[in-house]
């Protein structure tokens, strides 16, 4: 009983997905598909807060694949959570298209994030490259959920990059697996033996996580993507997806022995360093607001790491609740742009989103609260995330780092404020149109905003949480 406790968030969506696809068999224009996935979704969550962290599995050969700790405790339900949050989103857009019957967009979506939580729950190389593909394989489907040249072309550049880094993190998994003789995360990166093997296995992995959380040099796929995919699933690729493989690289780094880590610091300083710089730039440059974001989104993947490269010092504390900020507040952005792209035209130009401030202010207020978290001002989550990590990067020393990050933080103010002037201080020329939200999206918007500037004035009970 005690492993099914254990697996039943798991279990919960498998069984989910597969209800999915039985209505869809069964009934030609099946109904309840949202409320089956809804349901999954958020009883997933639940247990996963009741049940975590605790003993591991008593079945010995279960064992090492699932970690039963305080990251696991944390993450799953976050990403639960984070997943019901964009499936209130994606649900209302399915609805606008006409689309709210196809069985298997659904099941794809629980895949994704069944993925989510075996990829940041794993303490197995098996569980963790198992947990990536299921998470990445749906992605490339829902990417090209639009029927246009957009879609298509960002969905076929996730897909062709995407396996290409799958296949060089996995060849890294096997070196590790050469190196150490052992699938255990923990084990494999402390294993004397084999030691150079492990660290070119190691550099591979980091190269195809790298890809994954739109790193530079990795990064270039990201703002392409994000236009051409649909702004819900958008959401879900820089809010679940992002703090899934966040929580597996923490692990990973927080398992490093001391063969290992100083062969690492200098590669994640480089990364960092790098990512911060040239992302920034190049969002300064753009006029679409889906590749602003994307760009903004790999920037704030350099932040991240820099709490990462110091949490021998620190502790994970200011990574893991920067994981939550950080997703909460892309969904906040993306979230407001599927709520305003339900008209003829499409917004996503800074001239698409004049005047919308004041005729449509509910969505535009959600992703005006998004820019301004971004951009690190208070009171959202924004701020107080950065503050976190700057302070756990002089902690650990890194003072050259955290001029970095200082400078691309200041840069970004720049683009960030351009959205928020076309909303509220220019006027528009297109005729207005009426808002109307439905139940979903009003309910997301209220429980995104709240996150939002909750996790900014009230962090404490999230801290407390963290180990």
């Known amino acids: 009983m005690h492993d099914i406790l254990l697996f039943a968030p798991h279990l919960l969506l498998t069984l989910g997905i597969l209800l999915c696809f039985v209505l869809g ?3 030609k224009r099946p109904v309840g598909l949202y409320g089956v996935t809804l ?23 279960l064992r090492p694949f699932l970690a039963t700790d305080m990251l696991t405790a944390y993450f799953l339900p976050l990403i639960c959570a984070l997943g019901l949050g964009v499936l209130l989103f994606f649900g209302a857009e399915l609805r606008r298209e006409g689309r709210k019957h196809d069985d298997e967009l659904y099941a794809l979506f629980l895949t994704a994030l069944l993925g989510g939580i075996i990829l940041a729950g794993g303490q197995n190389w098996l569980a963790f490259f198992l947990g990536l ?7 490339y489907i829902l990417i090209g959920l639009r029927k246009d040249s957009g879609g298509t072309e960002a ?9 290409t880094a799958s296949g060089v993190l996995l060849f890294g998994i096997g070196l590790v697996y050469a190196g150490s003789g052992s699938l255990d995360i923990a084990y494999s990166l402390h294993a004397p033996q084999g030691g150079g093997t492990v660290l070119v296995g190691l550099a591979m992995i980091l190269a195809g996580v790298a890809f994954k959380l739109s790193l530079a040099p990795f990064h270039l796929w990201a703002p392409d993507v994000y236009r051409g995919a649909p702004a819900s699933v958008a959401a879900l690729l820089t809010s679940m ?13 927080m398992a490093l022995g001391p063969e290992l880590w100083p062969a690492t610091v200098p590669v994640l300083w480089g990364l960092a360093a790098l990512t911060m710089l040239a992302a920034n730039l190049a969002a300064l440059a ?4 889906k590749r602003m974001l994307g760009f903004s989104s790999a920037a704030h993947m350099g932040y991240l790491l820099m709490g990462v490269l110091c949490v021998n010092q620190a502790g994970p504390g200011p990574v893991m609740f920067y994981a939550a900020a950080l997703a909460v507040m892309d969904l906040a952005a993306f979230g407001g742009l599927s709520l305003l792209d339900n008209g003829p035209e499409p917004v996503d130009s800074l001239a698409s989103l004049r005047g919308l401030g004041r005729t449509r202010p509910w969505a ?15 009171p959202t989550a924004g701020f107080t995330g950065k503050l976190l990590l700057f302070r756990a990067t002089i902690m650990g020393g890194y003072n050259w780092l955290g001029v970095v990050g200082i400078l691309g933080a200041a840069l970004s103010v720049f683009y960030y404020l351009r959205p928020l002037v076309a909303l509220y201080l220019r006027e528009g020329d297109a005729p207005a149109i009426p808002e109307r939200l439905t139940v979903g999206g009003g309910v997301a918007l209220f429980l995104v905003l709240l996150a939002l500037v909750g996790l900014g004035l009230a962090p404490s009970p999230i801290l407390q949480l963290i180990p």
Do not use: C, H
């Not at 009883?43 to 008593?58: I, Q, R």
């Not at 969905?155 to 396996?163: C, L, P, R, W």
């Not at 992002?242 to 597996?248: I, N, R, W």
């Not at 992703?367 to 978290?373: F, P, V, Y």
């Open 25 to 27: 068999t069964l009934f």
């Open 39 to 61: 349901a999954a979704t958020l009883t997933a969550g639940a247990l996963g807060l009741a049940v975590y962290p605790a003993n591991g599995p008593d079945i010995p050969a």
């Open 133 to 139: 593909e299921l998470l990445s394989l749906p992605l």
């Open 155 to 163: 969905s076929v550049k996730y897909f062709v990059m995407g396996a």
């Open 241 to 253: 997806v992002k703090a899934s493989v966040g929580g597996a690289l923490l692990r990973v780094v």
């Open 286 to 289: 753009q006029t679409s607001l």
């Open 364 to 378: 535009a207020g959600l992703l005006a609260a998004g820019l301004a978290g971004l951009s690190g001002l208070p």
